[in-house]
Every structure is written in C-alpha cells, then in structure tokens.
C-alpha cells in the first residue's frame, strides 16, 4: 500500500510553491545542513529583497517544520517574509557534531537565518520551538526582536520535567514523544490535542514509518532538554513576548503559562484558546491564525514607529 505522506507531502510543497515558499538547504559548517522553507522571492538573484517583516516558525518535538506550521505559512505568506527551518535531525536537517542541546540548535538556527540575509525576525515556536525560541532571543536579541510562544517554558527543569511527566502518566519524555507503536502515536495524539479525530490505523503506521527516524540522536536531544533547577536562571528578555496557549494543554497546562508570563514579567501577554491542547496551531487553525496576525499586526505597527 502507499505511503499516506508519499502523496501528501508533495501536494503539500505543491501549494507551498503556489503561496511563493520553497527550500533552501543551509549549510551551517562542514557536516551541519538546516533545511529551511524560505520566500521563493529571497532566493532570486536581484536586489530586490523583500521588505516584509520577517517571521521565523520554530516547530515542536515530533513533526518538521511545516507539517507542524502549514496553516500559519497558507495563512500568512503573502504579508509576511515565513521562515520555516527544521530543527536538527527533523526534516532535511542534519549534523555530525556531537552537541543536542537547546543552545546549539539555537546557534545553528541564529547562523542558518542570517546566511538566508534575516537580520531581525519575530520568532514563533510552540512547545520545544519554544524553548529554542527563548534561548535564540537570550543569546541574540539583535537578531529576534520579539516572540510569539505557545505551550511551552524558558527551559525544561527538572521540577517543570516531573511535574508535566506525572500530568501525562509518563516516566520519561522519549517514552512518550518517540512511539514506536499505533496505540503509542494514539496516546500522543490523545494527550497533546484537546479533542483532535483519531486518526485511522493505516495513517497512523504511515507516520511511524516516516516521522521517527533519527531515533537516537532525538532521544539525546530529549535527554539535553531537561537541566537541572540550580543551573535555572531567568534571563532579562528585551523583547515583547506574547504566550498564545492551548487552554486545555495537559503537558504545559495553564498553571505553567502563568508561571511562564510571571517570569517573563511586564513584557509578557498571556491569551488561551479555548477548546485547544498543546498542538493549539493544528487543532484550532482558525483561530489561532487570528490571534497571531493581530498580534504580529501590532507588532509590524510599533516597530515602525521605533524606527521613526
């Protein structure tokens, strides 16, 4: 039988092309490759680079990039400059240096974006695009002049770890996030989405077989998140950050986003959708895509008078 993605996934980057995206592999360094959907008009050999406001999407743990933002891209594409990268060993993108930590994914995505010319960008992430997201806006806050986040924390503390593993009924995060099972990838579904249709058995054995390669080097990935609370300290964040949330997130529930926008402090605006898990973006599209272009409208807006 074919492959569900065999035929998804090219009619997918069919109609990607149509709204003006294509792909553009990066290469970081010798032996480190990002693979970034990218504004086909920023790849042309003119000096006519677009003037929209850059938006970088930063994907969760278990799809690539735009499998995971492929709503947000449709929906913006045409006033937005919409980076789409793949985190390492997701999608196209691979390296042959030892390092899994957020911080060097964090690098890799700072040096992929201005080898494409983005010299300031509003980054959104949801849940472990997230955790990059902060530490990209830490470490190069010339780089990322704000932030949209959802379902997700500055760092994966262990006390932050064990409280979200015992919600779920998990002992570990690559139990949960790496099935190698049907029922395991039903469980995902069932926990990261807040009323999302099962999906029928024979997609579900199409997404195992095409979703969860890089085994190993995820489950380090996975093991690199978690640090300790005493190596834990709340960085001073410049830049207006908005936490768009799932109301019915079990993984990073509302008790975490308001933990999270305590936190961040007065530069922080919490807003939850209602009838929405973690995976908020796909499960509620729609209004997710409203909230975000408000959001990304207003920041547009200010920053031109910022630079009035």
Known sequence: MVNFFSIYK????GVLKLVGMTTQAVEIEPGTVLNFWVPTETTKKTKNKTNKPAVVFLHGFDMDGIL?????????????????PDFLFFGGSVTDRPERTVEFQSECMAE??????????????????GMVGFKMAEMY??????????????ALTESVSNAALQRIGF??????LLPNTVEGLRTLFDIGSYNLP??????????????FDHRKERTELLEALVISDKKF????????????WGENDLIFDMETARNLKEQVGEKATLLAIEKAGHLVNLERPFVYNKHLKRILAAL?????CHSN
């Open 10 to 13: 090219p009619l997918l980057h």
């Open 141 to 154: 806050p010339d780089l990322v002049e704000s932030m949209v986040v959802s379902c997700s924390v500055m």
């Open 68 to 84: 995971n933002w492929q709503f947000q891209v449709f929906a913006l594409a045409k006033n937005y400059a919409v980076y789409v």
């Open 112 to 129: 992929g974006l201005r080898k494409l010319g983005v010299e300031k960008c509003t980054l959104v992430g949801l849940s472990y695009g």
């Open 233 to 244: 300290s709340i960085p001073h964040y410049p830049q207006k950050i908005y936490l768009l």
């Open 300 to 304: 547009t807006e200010e920053q031109k």
């Open 171 to 176: 002992s570990s995060w690559a139990e949960f």
């Open 198 to 211: 099962r999906v029928p058995k024979f997609i579900s054995e199409d997404i195992l077989e095409v979703m």
